[in-house]
């Protein structure tokens, strides 16, 4: 299977016109026009057909995960800090995990203990 014929079945699978495919290419800043894509779609014994390269099909695929999954948040966790200081996420963590400690049921641990200790006195 050739490149041009996976570009074609992708094409295809995808409901893809020839426009969205310009735009797929540019997002990863690949350049081409709607007539050299023409050319990959045709037949082999067609005297403008043109062989689809790795390059091009390699573009397209990089640009069709950002085209379908949507571009990559900011690898700069600077960012992120400036949004929440690290100090107030950790008073905000400690927080939580004392409200998931049931106080309840601590004190009823302990009223039990001093019971039985005071009957066991008596």
């Known amino acids: ?3 041009n014929d ?7 699978a995808l409901k893809l016109r020839d426009d969205d495919i310009v735009k797929i290419l540019e997002l990863v800043d690949f350049r081409i026009s709607t007539s050299e894509l023409g050319a990959f779609f045709r037949k082999e014994d067609h005297p403008k057909y043109m062989e689809c390269g790795d390059q091009i099909l ?9 085209h379908l999954r949507g571009p ?4 700069n966790s600077n ?16 927080e939580t995990s004392a409200k998931a400690t049931p106080k ?3 004190k009823k641990k302990s009223l039990l203990h001093s019971k039985t200790n005071k009957k066991s006195n008596s």
């Open 1 to 3: 299977m050739t490149n």
């Open 79 to 94: 960012s992120k800090k400036e949004e929440v200081p690290k100090s107030k996420a950790v008073t905000e963590k400690s």
């Open 6 to 12: 996976i570009l074609k079945k992708l094409r295809v």
């Open 104 to 106: 309840k049921f601590i």
């Open 72 to 75: 990559m948040p900011p690898k």
């Open 58 to 66: 390699r573009n397209f695929l990089n640009g069709l995960v950002i």
